[in-house]
Structures are given as structure tokens and as C-alpha cells.
């Protein structure tokens, strides 16, 4: 089951959890055997071998989101995918598991969220590195004005009356994403696949922004085709940067924007 992006909370009486920014991961346990997925189906047991020694019932599918936390004890995502990239890195996990899916060889998709919480709650035993995420009934907006106060990702907002619908995207599940804003210079595009160099106003390096939408590409290129360029061997530098601004979740521990967006020109 995906999410639906929304701007703004929703005043409702909905389930609100907090958006953990880790990896979405799929625990199977049949046969005996605990087996790992991510959201693509690649299998990645090995990875994590210490949610496969655990007390959970036979039949049993589990969904969450897999994380390791930072000194703040914030999910810190790069941690996270260092730990998930290299078998030899040992940083601690913890699967923030939100729904089951199957339940003692029985699947509970059809039944409502609250009824698959409960189920949740009771089948969920003690173990170091698996624990239930914890959620409040509505005040999204007092939560959500939480999540900015302490930098952390965002919400997700839950209708209690859903059934669970495999790989589809719904809107009965929403994410409100904690964003930033910036305002920033466009220096040269990638000759291979889209992408274009970000720098601040004092020449900090911001990384490559990807999402643009079309409109704004052909603007773009349509401007650059009017400068004189430099090239390196996979960009093409222009002789006067584009002044724009950018949405983006984090900064990185390098210095990057964390999935830069283009909002909009500022020319």
C-alpha cells in the first residue's frame, strides 16, 4: 500500500503516525523461515539478519519501515542506506512496523485499519530490533507542527476504515512531507540522463536536481541554447547561472540538497 502526497494536513478524526525516513520493508514469516523484501520485492534477508530470530507466529506479514537512528535519535537516512550498501557495516535497526498483512496463514487485507492495529498490537512481541509504531487519533496539525519543530520528515495520515491494497497507491493513506525551500543557481546540465548542477548564492555545492517538469526543461535548455558554455566531459557549463527556487527534504551530511525540486524561475 503507497501513499498520496498532500500539502497540508487534514482535520479529520484519521490515524496520524510519524513519517519515518528509512527504507519500506515487507517481513514474510512461513514455514518457520523469516524471509526481507523492499518495496520492489528484492529480496534482502542476509542484510539484516537480526529481524530473522524472532517470536512471531507462523503465517505472519508484516509492513514497515526499516531505519537506523542518528545521536538525536532521529531515523537518519544516509546511516541508513550506508548500513542497507555494506554487508560489514554493523549500525543498529530498528523495523517501525505499521500493518499486518497476514496474520497466522490468514490474510487481513480486507479487514478495516483499526481492526489490523489491534491484530498488530496483540501479535508483536518484545524484540530488540522491531517495535510497533505508535499513532494518535486526528490533530494532525498539532502533529505535524511537531515534526517541524524537531526537523523530522513528516506525517502520514491513515483513514481507520481502509482495507489494505497491495502495491496500489490510495488516498486513504497521505503523507504531508516536511520541506524546505531555497533559492539557488542553476551552473551546467548533464550530457547523459537529466540533471542539473545546483550552488547557493555563496558558491556552496548543492548536488544535482533531477525533478523538473517539463514546461520548465524546455524554458531551460531554450535559454541555455542562447549562452556561451564551457564543457567538461559530462556537463555543459553555462556562461550565466539561472536563478530559481527549490523544495528539498534534507541537506545531506556532504552539503547536498536531499531530492531537489524545481519550483519556480526567479528571472
Not at 513519517?19 to 523492499?38: M, N, Q
Not at 556532504?254 to 531530492?259: A, E, P, Q
Request: proline residues 4%.
Amino acid at each position: 500500500m503507497l501513499l498520496h502526497r498532500i500539502d497540508a494536513p487534514l482535520a479529520n478524526d484519521w490515524l496520524t503516525e510519524l513519517k519515518f525516513d528509512g527504507i519500506r520493508l515487507i517481513l514474510s514469516k512461513h514455514d518457520g523461515v523469516t524471509r526481507l523484501y523492499t518495496r520492489h520485492n528484492t529480496e534482502v534477508t542476509n542484510r539484516f539478519a537480526e529481524l530473522c530470530a524472532n517470536d512471531l507466529a507462523d503465517g505472519t506479514i508484516l509492513d514497515g519501515e526499516l531505519v537506523v537512528l542518528n545521536d538525536k535519535g532521529h531515523p537518519d537516512l544516509e546511516q541508513m542506506m550506508a548500513r542497507f550498501q555494506s554487508t560489514k557495516n554493523k549500525l543498529p535497526i530498528q523495523f517501525v512496523v505499521f500493518d499486518i498483512i497476514k496474520h497466522k496463514h490468514v490474510w487481513m487485507t480486507t479487514l478495516p485499519l483499526s481492526k489490523r492495529k489491534q491484530i498488530l498490537s496483540e501479535s508483536l512481541l518484545p524484540h530488540p530490533h522491531m517495535t510497533e509504531i505508535r499513532w494518535i487519533e486526528g490533530q494532525a496539525d498539532a502533529y505535524y507542527n511537531a515534526v517541524r519543530e524537531k526537523d523530522l520528515e513528516g506525517i502520514v495520515i491513515k483513514n481507520p476504515r481502509s482495507t489494505y491494497q497491495v502495491n496500489k497507491r490510495t488516498s486513504d493513506w497521505l503523507k504531508v512531507i516536511n520541506y524546505k525551500y531555497a533559492e539557488g543557481l542553476i551552473t551546467a546540465y548533464r550530457k547523459a540522463a537529466f540533471g542539473l548542477l545546483l550552488e547557493g548564492f555563496e558558491g556552496q555545492h548543492w548536488g544535482i536536481m533531477e525533478h523538473m517538469p517539463i514546461k520548465a526543461r524546455r524554458e531551460f535548455y531554450e535559454i541555455a541554447r542562447r549562452q556561451h558554455v564551457s564543457e567538461s566531459k559530462k556537463f555543459v557549463f553555462l556562461e550565466t547561472p539561472l536563478p530559481c527556487k527549490i523544495r528539498y527534504r534534507h541537506i545531506t551530511s556532504k552539503g547536498y540538497l536531499h531530492i531537489p525540486t524545481f519550483l519556480d524561475w526567479l528571472i
